[in-house]
């Protein structure tokens, strides 16, 4: 099969699944459509009031209807309007969506070498001081919830020695990145659980490779250190790698709304928790079908550079 | 040429780290600096660590308690020393050659990293792999396994190293890939001193010069010359009209796209022992599966002329119970949870009906019958020994007191020892019960000694069928003559 | 390979912190004497003899609220790592069993939910039901059974081909008979083993949950919720935030450190 065709056919599929999750967000949200009306309208309104707004709002059509309407409008790019302050969805995303990018990336930049790092070092001692050391180090880290870590360095560094400021202050229609010390505490948080975890994946992958027969015959061929990973260990490692790199982008979305609503980071993460508060419905929806899109799209990359950069694969296919 | 071994093994003692029985104690050998030295013994008896130590190379977990190893002058168990050795001096290669190649590497590449001053060319050339260019540029899965095998062995002898130490070469290959192996061995004899760790006995007989005998961990003497068998011929030949037990017509069967088994004809006269052979992938095991029910498959299959159905779910419990299948592998044939006792247990109660106390009694007297002691009902497979366990896998088939029983390569897990004592077993059972085995092997010293006849498989179709003696004396088809002569030296 | 098993003592302690911290979330609430709602004094008071950890945001006890606030925590955890245990078990059995392509096809269908981030799915449910702590339960256990079913039904595939299974089939044992001798007890070490890897995991979902304001709300206790509650008073006391996180802290790692040994032990095993 070619190239072409397998790419093709791995975009189907992840296509086919986002359709999926996006009914299954559209039901998990509206289990309770009538309270939306309820809400909108307040406690202190008729019933006619309400079920002249559920009219208004075309909630009292079925809930099939109302997916593909959802839908159809979210396949192009129109997410509705938010129940609280009536504001545009796709404008909020397209306004958070890139602090969020931003603090994934500082996280990454940060986590991604020292987890490689960690889990070489780690991986290429197995089963002595050094490996024991990081895996319990490592193991512990990623133990601790996000918000605890996250908690644990505001303690520390802000409220104790008054190094970066407690919370994310960032001026309405600002850029973090104008401001970079509100940067910092919250792409640590992220980044220690994500090293953690991603140490650890490394750190398998290497035992893995190290215990291969092609690099013990390798070994006993007289190859040693750095030759022996860089030519024998580490071409092998890419298949691996990316997947990490993979998972760990993927574990950031989740983590970042915890961090975000920590330090009240004008993130995705943060509107969307503050819309599930809310019960801000049209909201959440969309930020959510926004998550599941980007996950997937990173999985799909990962795959495909997978693919493209392991012989093994490519020949198979 | 100097006649100063090559290699001299001191008194080594090797042990886990933490303590326990060592894998080898106070082991003395000399390696002579021609010739090729046999190491054999049982699985566990410290062969490979022994090998090994003749690079300086432990396996992990393990530590050297005392004793030293001297291979050209070094002491392998320093740094330098080892470093020194590994860099030329000795090659070793693992039971699965092909995979000491690295598998994102392209074949040019890693030969050219191993080839030094001899050329890549050269290199191939000992070996006899006449390829073109564009072999030197693919990946080790884009090749034949022994085309694999052959780039293997030449990363081994690239630097002329004065010691080749091979483990386990042949083992879990088919006939024909093994007689490859013993070709290229057998031509290298000249040029290197080979120590070669083996349980496969023809291999040894056909090229080593002088064989050591481990058994945990400590040299002993070589072991008692093997019996010659005599024929066991089962008591019921045919007096009047053979009674056909067991007869399959038109038999077909796949494996997802590919035909395993296609079209087969086969009848075994009751009383008789029928071997099956055929290469690896011949159909031998799918076809055993498919007369037991296991799997599915077109034609019809008959017991005692009664044709059965399909699958074992849908036969008769008496037709479930007239065929036995005994497994290959000895460990995975028994619950590892369940005491020898529940597993006699099961198929007396669901195939005969038994409760007690006439079920304990049976399960004593099958114990009895394959020479068990009675107490090992209590234990679990885990504390039997191979042969042990396989006599209980005969027990549990014979527990229903089949017709037929179906022997998928029952020894080929075994060491050659313990095997015979099996299949001795086998034919006493078959005399005092007057069973009908089917037999399936790839070892034709077994199908000689133990089957009245023969049917070769390859392919999936018989390609050839008859007496033993017959078949064997003078081959017709090609896979079979390739068997007999991979076999017989 | 694997990184040498922990010492025992490391074990019997992480053993000995996560019961203690499993019993004062378990019993607290009749150990306390105070109520867990109610204020008692100003606003993040500092610690008195009547109230040995001060007050919180709203003026309430925090040792009651400590006592009463881990319940909810390890009662959700442990729910959904049972429930999607036996789901997950059910499931991946079946799917062992079954041929290569139905099996491939269950796990699929259950991956779907894998690709979702964990805290979106609970965002999600919990938009759709709010306040309710079924829905947390509901969310963790859907969130761990794509790993349930994968290792259960790695395990018993790998069972299902042994020669003993072949020839419990071939004698015509039923199905269910060869699952119960057979297919079972060789797994049960497999399973025991990914449960306790996913129980770290739900612990440290729920504590998150509760942090995120998701699950029955206030004026409830709860662990994870304290610490976002009373974050802003941290100069003023920081009892209210420090006794729950590190009661979180000590029972997630210890937690996930007998987990990991547990999943060692089998995997050689």
Same mark, same amino acid.
């Given at each position: ?146 918000f605890l870590?996250?908690a644990?360095?505001v303690a520390?560094?802000?409220t ?158 | ?489 | ?27 607290g609430?009749?150990?306390a004497?105070g109520?867990p709602t109610a204020p008692v004094g100003l606003p993040f008071d500092v610690p008195s003899?009547?109230h040995p950890l001060g007050t919180d945001a709203i003026g309430r006890d925090v040792l009651s609220r400590v006592l009463h606030g881990g319940?909810?925590?390890?009662? !959700?955890?442990?729910?959904?790592? @049972?429930? &999607? #245990? =036996?789901? $997950?078990?059910? *499931?991946?059995? +079946? /799917? %062992? ?21 964990? !805290?979106?799915?609970?965002?999600? @449910?919990? &938009? #759709? =039901?709010? $306040?309710?702590? *079924?829905?947390? +339960? /509901? %969310? ?29 089939? &071939? ?39 509760g942090f ?6 206030a004026p409830a206790a709860n662990w994870g919720r304290m610490v976002s509650e009373n974050a802003a008073g941290l100069s003023l006391n920081m009892w209210p935030v420090l006794v729950p996180a590190l009661l979180l802290v ?20």
């Open positions: 099969m070619s190239l072409v065709l397998l790419i093709a056919r791995r975009v189907a599929g992840a296509v086919s699944i986002l359709v999926v999750l996006s009914a299954l967000i559209f039901a998990a949200t509206e289990v309770l459509p009538g309270d939306a009306a309820g809400v909108l309208a307040g406690g202190e309104s008729s019933q006619a009031d309400r079920d002249r707004l559920r009219q208004d709002l075309g909630l009292d059509a079925g809930l099939a209807h109302r997916y593909l309407t959802w839908a159809t409008a979210a396949a192009h790019g129109d997410l509705g309007t938010g129940y609280v302050g009536h504001r545009d969805v796709a404008a909020v995303l397209a306004d958070r969506l890139p602090n969020s990018l931003l603090l994934a990336v500082l996280a990454m930049a940060v986590a991604v070498p020292a987890a490689v790092a960690a889990g070489l070092a780690a991986g290429l001692r197995g089963g002595r001081r050094t490996d024991r050391m990081i895996s319990t180090a490592t193991l512990m880290a990623a133990a601790v919830p996000e870590v996250a644990v360095l520390v560094f802000a104790g020695l008054g190094l970066v400021p407690e919370v994310s202050l960032v001026p309405l229609g600002s850029r973090p990145w104008r401001a970079p010390a509100v940067l910092v505490l919250p792409a640590a948080a992220l980044a220690v659980t994500a090293l953690a975890v991603a140490a650890r994946l490394v750190r398998a992958s290497v035992v893995d490779i190290a215990s291969a027969p092609y690099v013990e015959a390798a070994r006993l061929r007289g190859v040693t250190g750095t030759r022996l990973a860089l030519r024998h260990v580490l071409p092998n490692a890419v298949g691996p790698a990316v997947q990490v790199v993979t998972v760990m982008f993927a574990g950031l979305i989740g983590g970042a709304v915890v961090v975000e609503t920590l330090f009240n980071y004008p993130g995705v993460g943060y509107e969307l928790q503050q819309a599930v508060a809310n019960r801000d419905v049209p909201m959440v929806q969309g930020l959510a079908l926004a998550m599941c899109t980007t996950t997937l799209v990173v999985l799909l990359l990962g795959d495909i550079v997978h693919v493209l950069l392991s012989p093994v694969l490519r020949g198979r296919s | 040429m100097s006649t100063e071994p090559v290699a001299r093994v001191s008194d080594l003692t090797i042990g886990p780290v933490g303590g326990g029985a060592a894998t080898v104690s106070g082991l003395n050998l000399t390696v002579p600096n021609r010739g090729v030295l046999a190491l054999v013994g049982r699985s566990g008896s410290g062969k490979t660590t022994a090998a090994l130590s003749l690079l300086g190379h432990l396996r992990p977990g393990l530590v050297r308690r005392g004793g030293a190893v001297h291979v050209a002058g070094q002491d392998a168990f320093t740094p330098g020393g080892a470093a020194a050795l590994r860099a030329g001096t000795v090659a070793y290669l693992p039971q699965d050659a092909a995979a000491t190649l690295n598998p994102s590497r392209r074949l040019g590449t890693q030969l050219a990293e191993a080839a030094g001053p001899r050329s890549v060319a050269e290199l191939l050339d000992a070996v006899h792999l006449n390829v073109d260019r564009g072999f030197l540029r693919r990946y080790p899965h884009q090749v034949s396994g022994g085309q694999a095998q052959r780039v293997a062995f030449a990363l081994a002898l690239a630097r002329d190293p004065r010691l080749l130490v091979l483990d386990e070469p042949t083992a879990g290959l088919d006939a024909v890939l093994v007689r490859g192996i013993r070709d290229l061995i057998a031509e290298l004899l000249g040029r290197t001193a080979t120590v070669l760790v083996s349980h496969d006995p023809e291999l040894v007989s056909a090229v080593a010069d002088e064989v050591v005998v481990l058994e945990a961990g400590r040299r002993v003497e070589a072991a008692p010359p093997r019996r010659v068998l005599s024929r066991t011929r089962g008591a019921r030949r045919a007096t009047v009209s053979p009674e056909i037990a067991l007869s399959a017509s038109g038999l077909t069967a796949r494996h997802g796209r590919t035909t395993a088994v296609a079209g087969i004809d086969l009848s075994v006269i009751s009383g008789e022992c029928l071997a099956l052979v055929g290469p690896s992938g011949s159909g031998k095991s799918t076809l055993a599966r498919c007369l037991v029910g296991l799997h599915p498959y077109r034609g019809e299959v008959a017991l005692r002329g009664t044709v059965v159905a399909g699958a074992a779910a849908r036969r008769t419990a008496e037709q479930r119970r007239q065929v036995q299948l005994v497994a290959q592998h000895s460990v995975g044939a028994l619950n590892p949870r369940e005491t020898v006792d529940t597993a006699l247990r099961r198929p007396l109660r669901h195939l005969r009906g038994l409760a007690e106390p006439a079920a304990s009694a049976e399960i004593a007297r099958l114990l009895d019958r394959v020479r068990l002691p009675s107490g090992y009902a209590r234990r679990r497979p885990g504390r039997l020994s191979g042969g042990e366990r396989q006599r209980v896998n005969l027990a549990r088939a014979l527990a229903v007191r089949p017709d037929v029983l179906l022997c998928d390569e029952v020894t080929s897990a075994l060491d050659a020892h313990t095997g015979d004592a099996v299949l001795d077993l086998l034919a006493e059972l078959r005399h005092d019960l007057g069973l009908t085995v089917v037999l399936i092997t790839h070892d034709l010293a077994t199908v000689a000694r133990h089957a009245d006849s023969v049917a070769v498989l390859d392919a999936g179709r018989v390609v050839e069928y008859g007496p033993v003696d017959a078949v064997l004396a003078a081959p017709d088809h090609v896979v079979t003559r390739a068997l007999v002569g991979a076999a017989g030296t | 390979m694997t990184a040498g098993r922990r010492s025992p003592a490391t074990l019997v302690v992480a053993g000995f912190a996560a019961t203690a911290v499993a019993v004062v979330a378990l019993t609430p009749e150990l004497t109520s003899a009547a319940r909810t925590v390890l009662l !959700l955890s442990a729910g959904a790592t @049972l429930s &999607a #245990g =036996l789901l $997950g078990a059910a *499931l991946g059995i +079946l /799917a %062992g069993l079954a041929g290569t392509r139905a099996g491939e096809i269950v796990v699929r269908v259950v991956d779907v939910v894998a690709v979702v981030p964990a !805290l979106l799915v609970l965002l999600v @449910l919990a &938009a #759709g =039901l709010p $306040g309710s702590d *079924l829905a947390v +339960l /509901a %969310g963790v256990t859907l969130v761990s059974l794509p790993f349930s079913v994968r290792v259960v039904r790695a395990a018993t595939r790998s069972v299902a081909v042994s020669g003993f299974v072949e020839v419990a089939r &071939a004698r015509g044992d039923s199905r269910w008979q060869v699952v119960r001798h057979d297919i079972l007890p060789n797994v049960a070490g497999t399973v025991l083993a990914e449960t306790g890897v996913r129980f770290s995991a739900a612990v440290h979902l729920c504590a998150t949950a995120l304001g998701l699950g029955r709300g000590v029972f997630t790692v210890a937690v996930n450190l007998l987990a990991d040994d547990l999943a060692v032990r089998w995997g050689e095993a």
